[in-house]
């Protein structure tokens, strides 16, 4: 609905990198029994992706599953059909032990792009994020800096990051004092 | 004097000049120099003032183990005390002051300490300063804290930014020199991940200096080739002006990077701290040159002889017309000779051996220059600056022979490898007699998870002496290496060094060896805290035999340079004196950091608005723009009250408190905890982690709950709604969501894994606003949508609708005994339905109100606040809470601790309201006394106040607190001693001041 905003409002720094607040986006907290197969069907079904394996993501179109836990699971979707999935979960596992909540409001996300993407995170985040390491559909539950978040790459030189909403301030003050110009490190070539 | 030499210098770009300022003074140095090179070239060989004695010092190295050219640098937001000169290189407009001196370095008043200097020996501080015990407090420790210190604080705000980074590499590498490029290059070519650091600006290390030859060509040409050669391999990174700070569990390093220090103030970061894991960790950190200790051998122009030559080799710079080398090693020959083909001239070489040196000596003889072997320096003549020294037999006890001039010393007491990161976590060293020094062990690295060593030291930090052998240890131990985690090395034979033979050295301690008492309380091991030879000495006549508590008696290697210089001659020294072994006595500890590394690197990017994250609710930017004053509850920023223009806080406050009871008020109550517990057995659980019932909650229906500790202290409470069928919603306090999520997980995950129970925290999905006071109900029905009048939603129920348009789900709950709504919006909406019931709540007067105005409401009504009326040693009990405490469940967390004897000794004080009787309001923690003392003396006491506020609407102060057996003492009055020295008394009453009946909420 109209009245509804993300933390930042789509704020953005240019700087070696650029950092978005990418307004709002549909999250779900999924926990239950990852080798049920009622519970792989119905993610499919809401998603049409695969359950991730550990420490990583699938994604499809404007929707998405990633791997929080061994019994939790992230699902990305519209921010407007996050409560219709909800219900279609929960309808879904109605015979399953299960937990799912619309968590979208409770987080902000960030995009950061540019070349020097992944050492902007490798300065906040204690996690290996050379190619080699760190590719498409790697999915890491961290922190940054001082705040939990959560990161992927849907591309090569892209990095999206979610975070609390309470803390959106703070990690856009930290991505921007990380991207600063002059503050490139050049570790990944 | 000291000069600059009209050639040579290859760190110097001398068609470039700089210019910098020395305590006021302007100079001029060129491109490449480093703050001592400049000072040098600039005949400044007094630098500062010693810590204890304020004697003249002059600068005696060329790297990070200088201990006196420590300055003060820069000014207001770039200040910085204790830089080392020889680590700080020159840019135009760079300041620099001497440190420890008054009023000025050439003449300074405290060198009155050098001449009471007998009058203060080791332990001299533990010895004069202990009676009388008060003098302590007032007169030594003054005295004392201001000498202190050496370099002066920083007085302003760091206006640098620094940072961290986090790298992941197969091999780190430390060192630059010809055994770390070699060991980088070797692990490049195999494939191996590799990160090379190097301290300073340069690399190629010392081979260059010393004149090696590799592969038949000068050091030089070879050390160019390779950094050629690395800077192409895509999987090797190479950073200079990177020192490896330290080793740590697990194959973690860190990296101290200094970025802008040689340049002017910068926007970029000033330091990055490399948080590096490597699965291997090679050192090739080189050696460190060790004084010898003779009579004056602190005096300025005295320098290590290594140094004298980088001085000469890469910054043009002669210490002395003259320079006398003295030596117990054949390396320090090689000083001479590049003095000499310097056009320099070298009165005498002073070799301690009686047989003297081999190739190099007669290399030396061959230019010209005078050998004395078996010979010492019996004592340096000059104050601020080398005039001579005289000789004497080595073997004697100082019967000079014979003076001879000269303007400086170049002493050697041979090499210690340095073995800091490979000691940092657990290495072990072991002592080699012919070299006299420490090594690293390598049967006893220090090891990782899988019992394997993580770190291998290479080249002369390894014991390898000369160039060849550094680099064939270099190609071993990097293989060695390789292996160990699972890298093929390819098999190519180490480059080869030309080598002279040297003859071997000989260990000396002092000089002469028979040195008199007056001549040893001149040598001077530690030049950073002017720890001398007879301190050593008296510390082990008095006792102190073990290394570690010589170090903290003597301060020996306790200042900034952590005894670098010093360390292995004072603990030779104790040796001697205990009549033992170098290796028994053993070294001091290792830790690191290897040099200083700057607190705003350990710091990172935590500085000023990132110095901590700052959680904000969604009405946070509301409260910002409406004068809201702060306060921090958790991360969160919670608005104490909202101040219109000219009011003071406490009249906000009142007017908050009296327009919520009057009409309406609105909190911001967001940051309440909100998590989710669901599943087939989750009314079992709520049963365990609450006190009282949660399983037979209806949905729809709102309880409130306590939760204790399994030790039985009341540790969180709020509102729990049923949702559904399975499905609970526990509210918690603000500060306790994310801990009693955390608590209720563990007891899921540890001990009741087996139960069928999830949980969510779902604090931040929602914006969650109280909507209070007598028009609660009309300003929601203005609003329109949901039916919420008494009988649609009845005290203690919630429900789920659209309220205005808005997704709403409503709890009827109150904390302030008011007609009252708790509304959870979706938190993105949450700011939109603020400003909507702000814009309806007009003609009721709405009010924000913040946390104070919530106190004093719930105060009011005699409601506790978790951390006001708890403070971890409370339990239900104590608050009359029985009512919450379930007796139909066998069991709850904290429900056995309950029952102990401690726990239910009638004496346990408990909650009561206090009234004062003139009308004030009492001292928050204020204690109530009794009669008589306790065993130390104190006055007895009763009760203490928990919290107190002054009522608007009552008109006075009111207050609860915890009273010996208080319920039972209705009416009586007792005394509250305040900390001006009055009293205060107060008369218990019942903690319900308002509305007893209920009647307000229940409408």
């Known amino acids: 609905m109209s009245n509804a905003v993300s933390a930042l409002q789509g704020k953005s720094f240019e700087g070696y990198v650029t950092v978005t607040e990418m307004g709002l986006r549909g999250m779900l907290t999924l926990r239950g029994d990852f080798g049920s197969t009622v519970l792989t069907r119905a993610v499919n079904e809401i998603t049409h992706c695969d359950l991730p394996a550990v420490n990583t993501c699938t994604t499809r179109h404007d929707r998405g599953v990633a791997w929080m836990s061994p019994d939790e699971l992230l699902i990305l979707c519209p921010h407007g059909e996050a409560d219709g999935d909800v219900a279609k979960l929960a309808d879904a596992l109605r015979d399953e032990h299960f937990l799912v909540a619309n968590v979208s409001d409770a987080r902000a996300a960030f995009q950061v792009k540019g070349e020097g993407a992944r050492e902007v995170i490798a300065k906040l985040a204690p996690v290996d994020m050379s190619p080699e390491a760190f590719a498409q559909g790697h999915f890491r539950r961290t922190r940054l800096a001082q705040t939990p978040a959560a990161f992927w790459m849907p591309d090569t030189d892209t990095v999206e990051l979610i975070c609390f909403r309470s803390v959106a301030d703070y990690v856009f003050d930290l991505l921007k004092r990380a991207g600063t110009e002059g503050a490139e490190v050049n570790f990944y070539r | 004097m000291s000069t600059r030499l009209a050639t040579g210098g290859r760190h110097l770009d001398r068609a470039t000049s700089v210019s910098f300022d020395f305590n006021g003074r302007k100079l001029k140095g060129f491109k490449g120099d480093t703050l001592a090179s400049a000072l040098l070239s600039n005949d400044q060989m007094l630098v500062g003032r010693s810590f204890k004695y304020h004697r003249p010092r002059g600068i005696v190295a060329a790297g990070p183990e200088e201990p006196n050219a420590l300055m003060n640098l820069g000014q207001n937001g770039h200040f910085e005390p204790n830089a080392r000169a020889t680590t700080t290189e020159i840019f135009d407009g760079l300041t620099a002051q001497s440190q420890n001196h008054w009023p000025s370095l050439d003449y300074d008043v405290g060198v009155v300490n050098s001449y009471a200097s007998r009058f203060m020996p080791a332990g001299f501080y533990y010895k004069t300063f202990m009676y009388p015990a008060p003098a302590w407090k007032h007169v030594f420790e003054p005295f004392i804290r201001k000498a202190a210190g050496l370099g002066k604080a920083p007085k302003e705000r760091d206006a640098d930014t620094y940072e961290h980074f986090y790298a992941f590499v197969d091999v780190l590498v430390v060192g630059g020199g010809v055994a770390g490029l070699l060991a980088a290059e070797r692990a490049g070519k195999a494939g191996a991940k590799v990160l090379l650091l190097e301290q300073s600006a340069h690399w190629g290390g010392r081979a260059p200096v010393d004149g090696a030859e590799i592969e038949g060509r000068p050091a030089d040409a070879w050390v160019t080739d390779t950094v050629d050669a690395l800077e192409n391999m895509d999987n090797v990174t190479m950073r200079n002006r990177c020192m490896g700070a330290g080793v740590y569990d697990h194959g973690y390093a860190l990296g101290y990077e200094r970025l802008t220090d040689h340049l002017a103030p910068q926007a970029a970061p000033r330091h990055r701290l490399w948080r590096i894991r490597a699965k291997h960790i090679i050192t090739a950190t080189g050696a460190i040159e060790r004084p010898l200790s003779f009579a004056g051998n602190d005096v300025p122009g005295v320098m290590l002889a290594g140094s004298v030559r980088d001085y000469v080799v890469n910054y043009g710079t002669s210490v002395g017309d003259r320079t006398v080398v003295v030596t117990n090693n054949d390396d320090a020959y090689r000083t001479a000779l590049i003095l000499k083909d310097a056009g320099l001239d070298v009165p005498c070489i002073i070799d301690a051996r009686p047989h003297g040196g081999g190739a190099l000596m007669e290399d030396a003889k061959a230019e010209g220059i005078r050998v004395e072997t078996g010979k010492a320096i019996a004592k340096v003549k000059g104050g601020k600056r080398v005039e001579g020294v005289a000789l004497c037999a080595q073997a004697g006890e100082g019967a000079i022979l014979e003076e001879i001039p000269c303007d400086a010393v170049a002493m050697s007491g041979g090499w210690s490898p340095v073995v800091h990161l490979w000691s940092h976590c657990g290495g072990k060293l072991i002592w080699d007699d012919a070299q006299a020094h420490f090594r690293p062990d390598p049967a006893k690295a220090p090891t990782g998870a899988d019992g394997q060593g993580f ?107 952590q005894g670098k210089l010093s360390n292995i001659n004072g603990l030779a020294i104790l040796a001697d004196s205990l009549n033992a072994k170098i290796p028994k006595v053993g070294t001091t500890t290792f830790r690191p950091p290897y040099h200083p590394i700057s607190m705003g690197a350990i710091a990172g990017e935590a500085s000023r608005e990132i110095f901590q994250p700052i959680d904000k609710t969604p009405l946070h930017q509301w409260g910002e723009e409406n004068g809201a004053y702060w306060e921090p509850v958790g991360h969160w920023r919670r608005a104490y009250c909202y101040q219109r223009d000219g009011e003071s806080v406490e009249q906000a406050v009142n007017r908050e408190v009296k327009a919520t009871r009057e009409s309406l008020g609105l909190l911001d109550a967001s940051t309440l905890g909100k998590i989710i517990v669901k599943g087939p057995d989750a009314g079992k659980f709520l049963d365990m982690m609450y006190t009282n019932m949660m399983s037979n909650l209806k949905p729809g229906k709102c309880r409130y709950g306590l939760m204790c500790s399994e030790n039985g202290f009341l540790s969180d409470d709020g509102v729990v709604a049923r949702m559904d069928d399975d499905t609970w919603l526990c509210h918690t306090t603000t500060g306790g969501a994310a801990r009693i999520h955390a608590h209720m997980e563990e007891w899921l995950q540890t001990e009741w894994w087996d139960w069928k129970v999830y ?5 931040e999905q929602y914006a969650q606003i109280a909507v209070v006071g007598p028009n609660a109900r009309k300003v929601l029905e203005k609003l329109g949508g949901m039916d919420v009048s008494k009988d649609a939603l009845g005290f203690m129920e919630w429900k789920e609708g659209k309220i205005g348009g808005f997704d709403a789900r409503a709890f009827r709950i109150s904390f302030s005994g008011e007609l009252s709504y708790e509304i959870a919006v979706p938190a993105s909406q949450g700011r939109a339905f603020w400003d909507a019931l702000l814009a309806v709540g007009e003609e009721f007067n709405v009010t924000p109100y913040g946390t104070e105005c919530l106190h004093i409401l719930r105060a009011e009504k005699g409601f506790i606040m978790i951390g006001d009326e708890t403070d971890g040693t409370v339990i239900p009990q104590d608050l009359g809470l029985h009512w919450a405490l379930s007796k139909k469940k066998d069991d709850y967390l904290g429900k056995r601790a309950q029952q102990r004897d401690h726990m239910t000794d009638p004496n346990r004080w408990k909650l ?13 923690g204020a204690y109530a006394v009794a009669d008589g003392t306790n065993e130390n003396g104190q006055r007895e006491t009763q009760g203490r106040v928990t919290s107190t506020y002054y009522s608007a609407n009552l008109g006075k102060g009111i207050a609860m607190g915890l009273v010996l057996n208080g319920p039972d003492r209705m009416g009586e009055v007792i005394t509250f001693p305040k900390v001006d020295g009055t009293e205060v008394q107060a008369r218990i009453c019942d903690p319900v001041f308002y509305d007893k009946d209920g009647e307000k909420q229940n409408v």
Not at chain 2, 519 to 528: A, G, T
Not at chain 2, 759 to 763: K, S, V
Request: proline share 5%; with cysteine.
């Open chain 2, 912 to 924: 009561v309201g206090l009234e004062t009787v003139d009308g004030s309001v009492l001292p928050d």
């Open chain 2, 455 to 561: 770190v291998s030291v290479v080249g002369i930090a390894n014991g390898a002496m000369s160039t060849g052998d550094c680099l064939t240890d270099a190609v071993k131990g990097t293989n060695a290496a390789l292996q160990g985690i699972g890298i093929s090395p390819k098999r190519t034979a180490a480059p080869q060094a030309t080598e002279e033979p040297e003859n071997p050295m000989a260990a000396v301690w002092k000089m002469p060896q028979g040195a008199s008492y007056k001549l040893r309380s001149k040598m001077f091991l530690d030049y950073q805290n002017d720890v001398k030879v007879s301190d050593v000495q008296l510390a082990a006549q008095e006792g102190f035999e073990s290394v570690e508590h010589t170090k903290r008696y003597t301060t020996l290697g306790m200042a900034t340079d």
């Open chain 2, 759 to 763: 949980t969510a925290n779902l604090t």
